[in-house]
Structures are given as C-alpha cells and as structure tokens.
C-alpha cells in the first residue's frame, strides 16, 4: 500500500499500532480453529470448518460496502459482526487519525472473539484430555 501511495495518518505509532492490532486479532480469531482441531482431530475438518466460519466473519462486514449500502438483509449482521469494529478500528489508523471511538470498538471486538474462541479451545483441550486420559 506505501507503495501504490497508501499512507498512514497515524505515522510511524500508527504503522506499529497496525501491525500489533493485526496479531492480537489474529491470536485472539485462532481460538476457534484450535477448539475445532482439539474437538474433531481431522486437520481436514478444520480446514473446512474454519472456511466456513471465516466466510461470514470476513463477507458479512463493511470490508467492501458501507453498512448503509449493504442488503437490507446484510446490514443488522454487519453491525453485530465484530470484524466490522476491527476493520473500523484499523481503517481508523490509516485514513482519519487516531479515533477512540474506532478503536474502543475495536478493541471490545478483539476481547470478544478472543473470549469466546478461547474458551471453546480450553472446553475442547479439556474434553480431550478427558477423552484420551
């Protein structure tokens, strides 16, 4: 992007913020993959259901659209999807500044995700645990 002439309106901190933000989401989004892996064993079933969770995760959001120009339809899920709070929060440090509002939600959202994925992964570990044990 810095080289098409992207920039950041946050600076060198936003570039570092960015980058941080991203693997917290990612760490916090890897919950459910483990939980699926821990529960099922097959690498094939998490392939396939990590594709299906990520497909609404990643689609049913502002990524492409803003809400208002989304399907009637699209529009109540993309307000409760916490990808939208991410991206909102990471559009945030790139184009507007650094916006609290942006980057509470986004923040909210990663604690969510992180909560839910996390627990399901412990609940599987454990059954599996008990399982094999």
């Known amino acids: 992007g810095l080289v098409s002439g992207a920039g950041f309106k946050t600076g060198l901190a936003g570039v570092a913020a960015f980058i941080g933000l991203a693997t917290v989401w990612a760490l916090a989004y890897s919950g459910f993959p483990y939980a699926i892996a821990l529960k099922s064993g097959s690498p ?5 259901a990590s594709f299906m969770l990520f497909f609404p995760f990643a689609f049913l ?3 492409f659209l803003p809400v208002n120009e989304l399907a009637g339809w699209m529009q109540p899920i993309a307000r409760w999807n916490p990808v939208t709070y991410f991206l909102k929060g990471m559009r945030s440090l790139l184009v507007t500044g650094w916006s609290a509002s942006a980057l509470e939600g986004m923040a909210v ?4 995700v992180g909560a839910a994925g996390m ?9 599996r645990i008990e399982r094999e044990g």
């Open 61 to 63: 959001t502002t990524a």
């Open 119 to 127: 627990t399901l992964a412990a609940r599987a570990l454990k059954g």
């Open 109 to 112: 959202a990663v604690v969510v």
């Open 44 to 48: 094939d079933a998490v392939q396939a």
